[in-house]
């Protein structure tokens, strides 16, 4: 998951999409090792699973803020009812399918916006269910997405301690 970046392209774009690329990161390194009925495995009341939550990043960050929300994909938007509840992963999903998606979700979006100027508007915004945007730029999609996958990387952080005690790096 590394930007695509044009040697013209806007320098605060590049430093954000590295944040963003972090934080990525630490989402699949935290998971590394993982077989595959621990990542399936509930291990908080709400029941979401860590595969659960990796879905999520993908649909419901990755694919929907840049590839709907920054882009404007006709397709994208159409296919963003398609799923009721991204934190659900079906039994026949293979967890290396979810995965992967989660990656090219990443590279889609890294190359959405590699190129485009951090002021630049969003190009659609679903106000029928959200009202209003709170979010006007690519840079406000950029920091809120850093901010979303920094969040999630630390409930995975969580759960993985609590499926065999793994931590990752911690710093005394």
Do not use: K
Request: with cysteine; charged share 25%.
């Amino acid at each position: 998951m590394t930007a695509t970046v044009s040697p013209t392209a806007n320098t605060e774009i590049q430093v954000l999409l590295s944040f963003l690329d972090a934080q990525r990161r630490h989402v699949l390194g935290i998971l590394d090792g993982l077989d595959p009925e621990a990542l399936r495995r509930p291990v908080l009341p709400s029941r979401w699973s860590c595969l659960g939550l990796v879905q999520h990043l993908a649909l419901d960050v990755e694919r929907f803020w840049f590839r709907a929300v920054i882009t404007g994909d006709p397709a994208v938007i159409e296919a963003l009812d398609d799923i009721d509840d991204a934190w659900q992963v079906a039994p026949d999903v293979p967890h290396t399918e979810v995965l992967d998606r989660y990656r090219t979700e990443a590279d889609l979006a890294n190359n959405a916006v590699a190129a485009a100027d951090a002021d630049t508007p969003l190009a659609w915004w679903p106000q029928h269910l959200f009202g209003e945007p709170h979010l006007h730029t690519v840079r406000d999609v950029l920091l809120h997405v850093i901010t979303e996958t920094a969040c999630h990387a630390g409930h995975l952080d969580a759960a993985r301690e609590l499926i065999d005690g793994r931590r990752w790096m911690v710093l005394t």
